[in-house]
């Protein structure tokens, strides 16, 4: 049954791709969003259903082999929630006709690739659809047609390749030692010869390439022109969801559920984890571009994804895939906000802005929400997952990290309130009197992450018990 995840975007994207009338086509938009919200239903579902009572429909064609766990689950969710956020926005935001056909086609595409990514039962499958998501998001990111978006697209694609040469060798060398692919061969082997040049030699490779894929510092140069020049529904989509699967999700499941983590892999993701927490937060404080803000913000809070993971304990693990889960909500809000701001206004540039908080009530509103959660303010969602990130650092005993994140999180409450005050706060900036709020269409989804963000921060608890919990047994 979790195969109808891959086959039914897919059935969707085939058909609507055959020549039919143009009624048809009309109807691509709101069947594409019925299958995201098919998807989130599933999740909603699954804990209390049994799926494996079913037949699963891709079993009659090949065998390949699907897996659905607590971290699947919430991983699903977010690719559902941002995909169809992105799908909103770009109807909102990209012109009718062949261009949001064209997009709405490699939106498909690559949720088909992220979902195929959470649910895979070996590394080489993995690896396969982390490519397929790559390749949708070089062309994505180059739709734009803009010199500045086709660099971002080829700076992506050059170091996508570098990355993918040595995951590809790292899974070479995995087949050497252990005859197979899957993660339980992988896993037997790696522990019989954890001590191996070998298999040290693929962790580092993996280790590598996903942190190409994921924008962590030192290997960080792509992400802020890929989020910037690119256009808005491909910024959410890029921001919110792709560099997580294809990155920090691939090396979570592969560190935890294959490999189990060494001290010297430990002490490497803490160091790339807490430089990338630092120089994002630093390059987002001089930044007078909103989008290229919120860029090098990402940045610095996929650092806090990776120290946490590199810590290692079953706290630090919760707490990363925790704000994993938060960072794509809040973070989505943050650039629906800027399309808002764009639409309304024709720039990014905050040095143009001022004021339009009075002008834009919903989206200046929004975005002060999805700040103080980013900041790790209470009682929002990302004060629970910094909360849960810092105490498992400071038990553990790394003071020093813990007092980093905890620096780097005042840091980022100060960036945000410079972003607030150029373009949200004081008088109406002259020239923008008739500025007005860019439409219910973008008004939507920006309410909806925002009701989200607040109400995953009042129903910690709940989500703690139902959804994270089960994570320490998972990728202990």
């Not at 180059?142 to 697209?153: C, D, H, I, T, V």
Request: aromatic share 12%; net charge positive; glycine share 8%.
């Amino acid at each position: 049954m979790p195969s109808l995840l891959i086959l039914l975007p897919l059935a969707v994207l085939v058909i609507f791709n055959l020549p039919l009338g143009m009624a048809m086509r009309r109807l691509y938009y709101w069947i594409v969003a019925t299958v995201l919200v098919a998807q989130g239903f599933f999740v909603a579902v699954t804990p209390f259903f049994d799926w494996k009572a079913l037949n699963d429909p891709l079993a009659m064609f090949f065998e390949y082999k699907l897996s659905i766990d607590a971290f699947s689950l919430i991983m699903l969710f977010i690719i559902a929630l941002v995909a169809s956020v992105s799908l909103q926005v770009a109807r909102y935001t990209i012109e009718p006709g062949r261009k949001t056909e064209g997009f709405i086609n490699l939106l498909l595409v690559t949720v088909i690739g992220m979902n195929a990514i959470v649910m895979a039962n070996g590394i080489f499958s993995l690896y396969v659809f982390v490519e397929v998501v790559a390749v949708s998001s070089f062309i994505l990111i180059a739709m734009n047609k803009s010199k500045f978006a086709m660099e971002g697209a080829f700076k992506y694609l050059i170091l996508s390749a570098v990355a993918s040469v040595m995951i590809l060798f790292a899974i070479a060398i995995l087949f050497f030692i252990s005859g197979d692919t899957s993660f339980s061969s992988v896993q037997s082997a790696a522990k019989v010869q954890a001590a191996s040049a070998y298999v040290k030699i693929a962790m580092m490779l993996l280790i590598a390439g996903l942190f190409i894929k994921s924008g962590i510092v030192p290997f960080h140069g792509w992400l802020p022109d890929a989020y910037t020049e690119s256009q808005a529904p491909v910024s959410v989509l890029l921001a919110g969801i792709v560099t997580k699967t294809v990155g920090v999700y691939a090396l979570i499941r592969l560190m935890y559920y294959v490999f189990g983590m060494s001290p010297a892999a430990q002490k490497i993701l803490m160091f790339a984890g807490a430089l990338s927490i630092v120089v994002g937060a630093l390059a987002a404080i001089t930044q007078k571009n909103f989008k290229k803000m919120l860029a090098y913000s990402s940045v610095s809070q996929m650092g806090y994804i990776i120290l946490a993971l590199g810590c290692g304990t079953t706290m630090a693990i919760i707490g990363a895939v925790f704000h994993l889960l938060n960072h794509a909500i809040f973070k989505s809000l943050l650039f629906v906000n800027s399309a808002s701001v764009e639409k309304s206004l024709g720039t990014v540039d905050m040095e143009k802005m001022g004021g339009l908080g009075q002008k834009m009530p919903v989206t200046g509103f929004t975005s002060v929400i999805a700040f103080l959660s980013t900041a790790g303010i209470p009682p929002l969602s990302g004060f629970w997952s910094k909360l849960i990130i810092i105490t498992a650092l400071w038990t553990a005993g790394n003071t020093g990290y813990a007092a980093l994140a905890l620096v780097s999180s005042i840091i980022t409450l100060g960036y945000f309130l410079s972003m607030q005050s150029m373009a949200f706060f004081g008088q109406v900036r002259n020239g923008l009197e008739d500025v007005k709020e860019s439409g219910m269409g973008l008004a939507i989804p920006q309410a909806i992450l925002a009701i989200v963000t607040i109400g995953i921060g009042l129903l910690f608890p709940v989500i703690y018990n139902l959804f994270l919990m089960p994570l320490g047994n998972i990728l202990r």
